[in-house]
């Protein structure tokens, strides 16, 4: 156990607590990066940044229809990998599609991407976890709030809060359909969850996450340090969102007649590999949390368009 060096301890009693957070939100010492200097004091103040634009649409298009052959090769698949909608048999999420040797592994790679997690994180940066997840129309269920970095750090072996989560948008976000929600700041203080890791937690907790996530008054404190504000990531296809580790976040159920999908990696750097779980159980699989591969992702330049589709 890590116990001795855990700058975050959560889940060791029956309440919560709140604490000030102990590392930095942008990293010193990265290289130059396409974000301007409101860009990333935004970020710095926020949690998160939105950018319209990042992909055209014809990059859009064919992220589309990739995206729509890996969901229909995995549509019978049982997989845990392969994450299904608690009610049906609809598809929410894809694991691990950064190793599928073709198209999204080069699009994990993608400078217009790499640049900017190089920018925040201060260093080289490899992908810790990568998805693609669909919220269908009508079905597509709420997800709690939480900081994904708790989980990290708890159940995967983060040992710090080094790392971006990219959300790139492929279908306009509308308040309506289930967007991502955000609570403005969340990333500046550490939420201490109650209870306990269960055995194989992750089986669960990937349709509905009941451990690790904060208790109603937290919530509340968060959102009044917030001035109240809940913010969504709304956006046309073609965004992308980039937001802080430990920003509280979640999203409600999709009850319009519209999808919503997107590409999801989280960008690690390369000085904040895993180690042990802190809840000091067993790591989650792989298809989690990568321990394998840490070589730093060298970006690739160019289009989309140039990439030939499967």
Request: hydrophobic share 30%.
């Amino acid at each position: 156990m890590n116990y001795q060096n855990d700058l975050y301890p959560s889940r060791t009693g029956d309440e919560a607590k709140i604490s000030e957070r102990k590392s930095p939100i942008v990293y010193p010492g990265g290289a130059d990066g396409p974000l301007k200097k409101d860009q990333l004091q935004s970020y710095e103040d926020r949690g998160y940044i939105m950018l319209e634009n990042v992909f055209s649409s014809e990059e859009v298009e064919l992220m589309k229809a990739e995206l729509s052959q890996t969901m229909k090769a995995n549509e019978h698949r049982e997989s845990e990998d392969v994450i299904k909608e608690p009610t049906s048999n609809e598809i929410r999420s894809v694991f691990e599609i950064h190793k599928d040797g073709q198209f999204f592994q080069r699009l994990a790679q993608n400078e217009r991407l790499i640049k900017i997690a190089e920018q925040l994180l201060g260093s080289q940066v490899y992908i810790n976890q990568s998805r693609i997840n669909f919220k269908p129309g009508f079905k597509g269920k709420e997800f709690y709030w939480h900081s994904d970095f708790e989980t990290w750090h708890m159940e995967d072996g983060m040992p710090d809060m080094r790392a971006v989560s990219c959300s790139i948008i492929l279908t306009d976000n509308h308040e309506f359909n289930g967007p991502l929600m955000l609570i403005p700041g969340s990333h500046k203080w550490y939420v201490s969850c109650a209870g306990e890791t269960p055995a194989d937690n992750y089986k669960s907790s990937l349709k509905q996450q009941v451990a690790g996530t904060p208790d109603e008054e937290g919530l509340a404190w968060l959102t009044e340090q917030a001035d109240g504000q809940i913010d969504r990531a709304t956006g046309p296809a073609g965004s992308v969102l980039f937001f802080e580790s430990n920003t509280m976040h979640g999203s409600n159920g999709n009850l319009s007649p519209y999808s919503r999908s997107n590409v999801f990696f989280v960008f690690n750097s390369v000085e904040n590999k895993l180690v042990q779980p802190f809840s000091g159980q067993s790591p989650r699989p792989e298809f989690l949390a990568n321990r394998k591969s840490f070589e730093p992702i060298a970006p690739q330049s160019g289009m989309l368009t140039g990439m030939f589709s499967r």
